[in-house]
């Protein structure tokens, strides 16, 4: 039988690395931790586990680290993760399974964590390459990518991660994204990167000329981020209030993203801020905002689409309550709100109060 280490790259993780080890580790035969300079109880904690521990001095490069971390483990497949994600589904035999089968890497689903600026915690799926064969390693300073003629295929292991809530990441990453793009001044991936990472951290003025520079050049098909990139890029110009140039984005976009619940979601959002801003200009397109909202509905929340946790359900479900209630419609409201409810939101059942209904 194959046998799987886990592999990882750790500075000052006391806050996550136990959480991570204990749930993890059911899944693998070792665990391989390279340290590149904690002065916390990291490599403590990394002990009481077991781990083989090794030490990399850090080169502001992440597949440096992570291809060194990889080269420490014996094992024949590797599961490659950080301290700050959590296995919260799947089993060690859905991995033996997965390995048996053979000739493909393996993406986990992860939902990311992040503070909305409402104060709410919401929930955004991606896949992310990380069960590979011996032999296999990384590329790219930050936010690396495998190297990797096999194809890419889910596995059934999914993790949440709560990075995104700790601060100072975001500065980290993009310092080093923006040598990256000096060296890759083409590179609409790093583009992309760049203008997501100004994005979560609310410099959208910044990230604007990234995004529009990463829209020009990301290939129409065969990536696996141009729609998340295309997406927040509709929620950069709704921040900015560009809406003609948001409408040019949306109406191209309508063929090749009108399969998924995140873009109607944004455009839903587009179409009422747009006719907030000039209801006189605008006003032809309020039945689109309806319109939108139902269509992530009848989309649902599909298992394979990365995107944020319940724009295919109760958010969508949510956003429809307060067009109906806005508009007076208030039995259609409690219908969509109740939806959201039942579907665990608890800020719909709120409004549902608001409006004396329980």
Known sequence: MKTIGLVMIVKNESRSLRKCLSRAKKLVDDIYITDTGSSDDTIKIAEEF??????????????????????????????????????????????????????????????????????EISQSCIYTTRVIPRGTFYKGRVHEQVISELPIVPVPLIFEHDGYLQAGKGERNLEILLEDLEENPEDAYIL??????????????????????FYEKVPEEGTGYRELGVVSYIYNLIKLKKYEKGFCVVESEKERLGDRADYHFACGTFYTQAIFSDVEKYVKYLPKIEESYKRCLEIGEVMEHEGVKGNGSFKAAYNLGVWFEVNGKIQEAVKYYRMAKDQGYQIAGERLKKLKIT
């Open 192 to 213: 992309y990167q760049i203008s997501r990472t100004l994005w979560i951290m609310k410099e959208y003025e910044k990230a604007d000329k990234y995004f529009e520079a």
């Open 50 to 119: 077991g781990a083989h521990i090794s030490t990399f001095e850090w080169k502001n490069d992440f597949a440096a680290a992570r291809n060194y971390a990889l080269e420490q483990s014996d094992c024949d497949w590797n599961l490659v993760l950080d301290a700050d994600e959590y296995l919260v589904s799947g089993k060690r035999k859905d991995l033996i399974k997965f390995i048996e089968n053979g000739g493909c890497v393996g993406a986990i689903r992860r939902y990311d964590s992040y503070l909305e600026e409402n104060g």
